[in-house]
C-alpha cells in the first residue's frame, strides 16, 4: 500500500480526522489528503465525511489494501481476481528482482502440488506464494518450508479448528487436507537466490468441489471465514519464525500429526515404513523401521493404522 495511505489509515483507525488536521499530521496538503481518501475509496474502504471530519467505516472484505491494512509483517501484497499460478507470478518477480513480495489470488486456474498433482484452486480459497531472499544454504531450504506448514496450521487454527501437520508440510483437520504447499528455489550451493513458497488453503470453498475424498475446506468445517484474518496471521506468524529460526522446528513438532504414528515414506529408494519418531534438522523425518532408524529427507508419507 502507498505508505501517505497507510498512514491515513492508520489516523483513522483511531478515529475521525478532519482533512486539515490530516494534512498537519502528515504534512502534506490538504488536496493530497483528499486525492489520498479517494483513492482508498476506490480501493474499497468506505470512508465518509462529515462535521467531525473524515471516518473510517468499514475496509474491503479481501484483496491487496484490505490484507496491508493492519498487517503486522514486511511483506507487500500483489493481488489478483484470478492468476494462472501464483508461484509462477512470484517467479516472475524473482527474476524482476523482487523480494518480500506475496502473490494472493482469489482463483487459480492452473494451480497444482506436490508431484505436479494438480490442485484445485476455486474461487472462496486462499491461495497465495510469498518471494523471499533468506540468507540460508540451499540445502537449509527445508526449514522455511516447516516454517510455512507451521504459520499456516496457526492461520488455520484461527479460525476455530484444530488443525495437525502431515510431515512434511500438509495441514489436516479431522484427518483431511485443508491445506498444501509447494516450495521453489533458485539458488546455488552454499545461497538460496530466491525462495517461493506456494500455499493453498480450502477456505470458503464447498468441499464437494474437491477433488480428493480425504480434503475438506473451512467452511465445511465451520463456515465461512475471514480471509483477510486468515492471511494476516499466516503472514505475521512466517515473519515471526523466519526472525527466529530456533522456532520453527519446536513449534512444527507441538503440531504434528505424524510424530508418534506408525507410517510409510514412499521414497526414491522404496518404501520407508515404521514409527515416526522426530524430525531433525532442517526437516528430515526420522523413522524406527525393523532394520533400525532411517533419516528422510524426501517422500510421500501415508499415516498407517496401529499394528
Given at each position: 500500500m502507498q505508505a501517505t495511505r497507510g498512514q491515513i489509515l492508520d489516523?483513522?483507525?483511531?478515529?475521525?480526522?478532519?482533512?486539515?488536521?490530516?494534512?498537519?499530521?502528515?504534512?502534506?496538503?490538504r488536496a493530497a489528503v483528499w486525492k489520498h481518501i479517494e483513492a482508498l475509496r476506490d480501493a474499497g474502504f468506505e470512508v465518509t465525511g462529515g462535521s467531525a471530519g473524515y471516518e473510517l467505516e468499514a475496509i474491503p472484505a479481501y484483496?491487496?489494501?484490505a490484507i496491508e491494512f493492519g498487517l503486522e509483517a514486511p511483506y507487500e501484497i500483489e493481488y489478483h481476481n484470478s492468476v494462472g499460478s501464483t508461484n509462477q507470478r512470484?517467479?516472475?518477480?524473482?527474476t524482476e528482482g523482487a523480494e518480500n513480495v506475496v502473490v494472493v489470488a482469489d482463483e487459480q486456474t492452473g494451480g497444482?502440488?506436490?508431484?505436479e498433482r494438480e490442485w484445485a484452486s476455486p474461487s472462496g480459497g486462499i491461495w497465495l506464494s510469498l518471494l523471499l531472499r533468506p540468507t540460508l544454504p540451499t540445502t537449509h531450504a527445508p526449514l522455511v518450508t516447516m516454517a510455512a506448514a507451521v504459520a499456516t496450521a496457526e492461520a488455520v487454527g484461527s479460525a476455530g479448528v484444530e488443525p495437525t501437520i502431515k510431515w512434511p508440510n500438509d495441514v489436516l483437520v479431522d484427518g483431511k487436507k485443508v491445506s498444501g504447499i509447494l516450495t521453489?528455489?533458485?539458488?546455488?550451493?552454499?545461497?538460496?537466490?530466491?525462495?517461493?513458497?506456494?500455499?493453498?488453503?480450502?477456505?470458503?470453498v464447498d468441499a464437494d468441489a474437491l477433488p480428493e475424498d480425504r480434503a475438506t475446506s473451512l467452511q465445511a468445517l465451520c463456515g465461512e471465514v475471514e480471509r483477510r484474518a486468515v492471511v494476516q496471521t499466516l503472514l505475521e506468524s512466517m515473519a515471526d519464525l523466519l526472525d527466529d529460526r530456533d522456532k520453527i522446528l519446536p513449534e512444527w513438532r507441538a503440531r504434528s500429526g505424524t510424530?508418534?504414528?506408525?507410517?510409510?515414506?514412499?521414497?526414491?529408494?522404496?518404501?520407508?515404513?515404521?514409527e515416526a519418531v522426530d524430525i531433525e534438522s532442517p526437516g528430515a523425518l526420522l523413522v524406527d523401521t525393523e532394520n533400525g532408524r532411517r533419516r528422510v529427507t524426501v517422500g510421500d508419507c501415508e499415516h498407517l493404522r496401529p499394528e
Open positions: 489516523a483513522l483507525s483511531e478515529g475521525p480526522r478532519t482533512g486539515p488536521a490530516l494534512a498537519d499530521e502528515l504534512d502534506i496538503t484483496g491487496a489494501p512470484a517467479r516472475e518477480l524473482a497444482r502440488g506436490r508431484l521453489e528455489m533458485e539458488g546455488e550451493a552454499d545461497s538460496i537466490s530466491w525462495l517461493v513458497v506456494g500455499i493453498g488453503i480450502n477456505a470458503n510424530l508418534g504414528r506408525r507410517v510409510s515414506v514412499d521414497t526414491p529408494d522404496g518404501p520407508v515404513v515404521g
